[in-house]
């Protein structure tokens, strides 16, 4: 029944470990997106995919590498993990590949990851 | 100056209350325009776009002033159920799907 199914749900790793998320939506959407949203709440995207092909990314580091299999798979794979990359990260997903009125985010119920 | 701004609150109020909450957006270029609401701990979910011409959806108002770049979002009859942080969102730029997010503003309803 869910829609948008990330995993794992907590992520406790030690600095400079590789790790990876994955993200599986059932909506049959088109697009789909990372975002993280750190200590002070603020959301912000991070990549985007439409039908498997890379359409927005942002000024993120290149220790995060998404992989997009099929439209509806995208995961995410942080090498070499910092402190600074606790937050919480939501995978989303989208039918068009504009989010617009007609098509909202839905929203995977996020992963938490706790650098140490 | 960031693209959406909101102020963080807390606001808190009675139960029956109404509260009003605004943001504003820095790019005049912006198409859309949503409400997300997050509860604790939990993913943002919509709660309602908002058109020019104003909507409502039940308990809640939300308006958009193109003039002045700020929206605003009206919680008539506040239940306990209403706390939650709300989320004011635009899309960036029109048709990049690039959605940016203010950092929200918490509400919480006391009986």
């Known amino acids: 029944d869910t829609a948008v199914s990330q995993t794992p749900k907590y992520l406790v790793t030690q600095m400079g470990n590789d790790k990876s998320i994955k993200c599986e939506q059932n909506l049959g959407h088109d697009t789909m997106y990372w975002y993280k949203q750190d200590s002070k709440k603020f959301l912000k995207i991070m990549f985007s995919?439409?039908?498997?092909?890379?359409?927005i990314n942002e000024t993120v580091p290149n220790r995060f590498s998404p992989k997009s299999p099929d439209k509806a798979h995208l995961n995410l794979h942080i090498n070499s993990l910092e402190l600074g990359d606790s937050a919480v990260y939501f995978c989303a997903s989208s039918h068009g590949a504009v989010s617009s009125y007609n098509s909202p985010l839905h929203f995977g119920n996020g992963t938490r990851l706790t650098v140490t | 100056r960031k693209e959406v701004e909101q102020d963080p609150g807390p606001f808190n109020v009675p139960e029956g209350a109404t509260v009003a909450f605004n943001c504003t957006y820095s790019n005049s270029a912006s198409q859309s325009f949503f409400w997300y609401r997050q509860d604790c701990r939990k993913e943002p979910k919509l709660l309602m776009s908002?058109?020019?011409s104003g909507n409502e959806d039940g308990r809640f108002t939300a308006q958009l002033n193109r003039a002045s770049q700020y929206i605003s979002l009206l919680i008539r009859d506040s239940k306990l159920s209403d706390s939650a942080t709300y989320l004011c969102v635009v899309n960036r730029v029109s048709n990049t799907g690039k959605l940016i997010f203010g950092q929200g503003t918490t509400l919480q309803v006391k009986p």
């Open positions: 995919y439409n039908n498997k092909e890379l359409i």
């Open positions: 908002v058109y020019s």
